[in-house]
């Protein structure tokens, strides 16, 4: 059997391959799609998608972050958790379905009523797959996870472009969501190999609703608080606006997953399983959020120099308006470790009830920037939302001392070695007006920020370095070694 190091390493290995290869089909297609279509289309799929990502929350209801908490489940708990998600799953399939003409409406916009119509399906492909996904999250074996998502992206994409080539406009990004879906459902079942019995207890799902309950309600606001933006967005200022933004946000989120979230997958079972180990604990942590502080700082500063190149040279000069808002999401990427990381590092100590208070306190936050949209505005929500996003990431370290024990200096150290360099890379852009010079002159002080970035972060022996140059050099090695 394995040791808790092996696996981890071969979760994290698969979980970096997988997401890697996904986001890059997912991307490619994005790019494919973003130039044969209007930002409008991408905007009316927005609007719909906000009230189908928060339904989705009422499908689970928190019951998959139990299992994975939980070290004592049987058959009897999964065949529960799915029976309970499928009969949710079919009834907001329903529930959309006869209520998307009312949906419609109060959008302003019919044809957002036949898009709810058609996506309303989701939620039956999602409950149908929920137990199977969370079962390999489980036992960390993300190599079929990758394999599923994948499989899904591509032919999902295949599905949209083609859709897109015959003139479907915004139905080939539905035709796209609905065919990944179905897709993952059936790769799910053959990879996990597990099937529900015909049995149900009402005492194996109330044995998981006292954790699950805090993790549904923090999924719920969190969602809420997420994506209210699009919402008002797509009904007070316009879905040309809001595709733009959905764009911006397209590029930033694939930088993420490079840097932040194919870690953060893995590392929820991975610190479940060393909770009461505080020193193995700490150690797995410090070396997480040092290496993820450093990655995103790093990617963040890179895409905030190239945004016009990266905008106009993958969609085009129709989707140039989408440039200052991803040069902002791109600085938000520096607190997403910090800010992401916490919430996982709750959960897996069990403390969801508090996870879900502090949680309340951060969306109160993330809700206070829609204000400056009543004069549609959209760069100057985005700046104040990174306000918030730093205001969240003080409050975290704070927190996360004060209920786990994690000394502070670990947290902010991680910070501040990679906030240093990106601080003055971008006031050196900014005050030298770069974004008006030759994209040559860009790319060479992209170039520079990153020997600045490295050469500091060398010099003050930051963990997060240390620990990917001294892997990269292992692997250079042992490719060496194979020649």
């Known amino acids: ?74 058959d009897l708990t999964y065949s529960s958790v799915f029976y309970f998600n499928l009969t949710l799953g079919l009834a907001f399939t329903l529930i959309f379905y006869f209520s998307a003409d009312m949906l419609g409406r109060i959008y302003g916009l019919p044809q957002v009523s036949e898009i709810f119509k058609w996506l309303s399906a989701l939620f039956l492909f999602n409950a149908a797959n929920s137990v199977q996904q969370t079962i390999l999250k489980k036992r960390l074996d993300f190599k079929k996870i990758s394999v599923r998502t994948n499989v899904a992206h591509l032919f999902g994409g295949i599905v949209g472009v083609t859709s897109a080539f015959m003139g479907y406009g915004v139905y080939s990004l539905v035709s796209q969501s609905l065919a990944s879906s179905v897709a993952s459902t059936i790769v799910l079942w053959s990879a996990s190999g597990w099937r529900p019995d015909f049995n149900f207890s009402v005492k194996e799902i109330k044995k998981l609703s006292g954790f699950s309950l805090y993790v549904f309600l923090d999924n719920l606001t969190n969602q809420l608080s997420n994506k209210l933006d699009v919402f008002v967005i797509g009904k007070w200022v316009s879905p040309a606006a809001l595709g733009l933004l959905t764009t911006a946000r397209k590029v930033n989120n694939t930088v993420n997953v490079y840097t932040v979230s194919s870690y953060m997958n893995v590392m929820y079972p991975l610190l479940s399983e060393v909770r009461s180990d505080q020193k193995q604990f700490l150690r797995v942590y410090s070396k997480l959020i040092s290496v993820t502080t450093f990655l995103s700082m790093l990617a963040a500063g890179i895409i905030y120099i190239l945004s016009s190149d990266v905008i106009m040279l993958l969609f085009g000069e129709k989707w140039i308006d989408s440039v200052d808002m991803l040069q902002v999401l791109a600085l938000s990427i520096s607190f997403s470790p910090i800010n992401t990381l916490s919430n996982k590092v709750f959960l897996s100590m069990g403390l969801s009830k508090q996870n879900f208070k502090i949680g309340l306190v951060k969306k109160y936050l993330k809700l ?44 902010i150290g991680a910070i501040i070695h990679g906030l240093i360099p990106l601080t003055v890379w971008v006031y050196c852009y900014i005050t030298l007006d770069i974004s008006y010079s030759h994209i040559f002159v860009r790319i060479g002080f992209a170039i520079s920020y990153i020997l600045f970035f490295l050469t500091f972060n060398y010099l003050i022996k930051n963990e997060g370095y240390r620990f990917l140059y001294t892997n990269v050099a292992a692997l250079f090695k042992r490719m060496k070694g194979l020649k």
Request: glycine content about 4%.
């Open 1 to 74: 059997m394995m040791s808790l190091k092996s696996r981890a390493a071969k979760a994290v290995s698969w979980q970096l391959f997988g997401s890697i290869t996904d986001q890059t089909i997912n991307f490619a297609f994005t790019i494919l799609l973003a130039r044969l279509l209007e930002p409008s289309d991408f905007g009316l799929m927005a609007m719909a998608m906000f009230l189908i990502a928060l339904s989705r929350v009422f499908i689970d209801v928190g019951f998959s972050s139990a299992i994975i908490q939980n070290q004592n489940n049987t």
């Open 368 to 411: 206070l920037p829609l204000v400056t949209l009543i004069n549609g505005n959209i760069l100057d929500y985005l700046l104040w939302l990174l306000a918030v996003k730093f205001c969240i990431a003080a409050l975290n370290i704070i927190t996360l001392k004060r209920y786990i024990d994690i000394p502070m200096h670990i947290n």
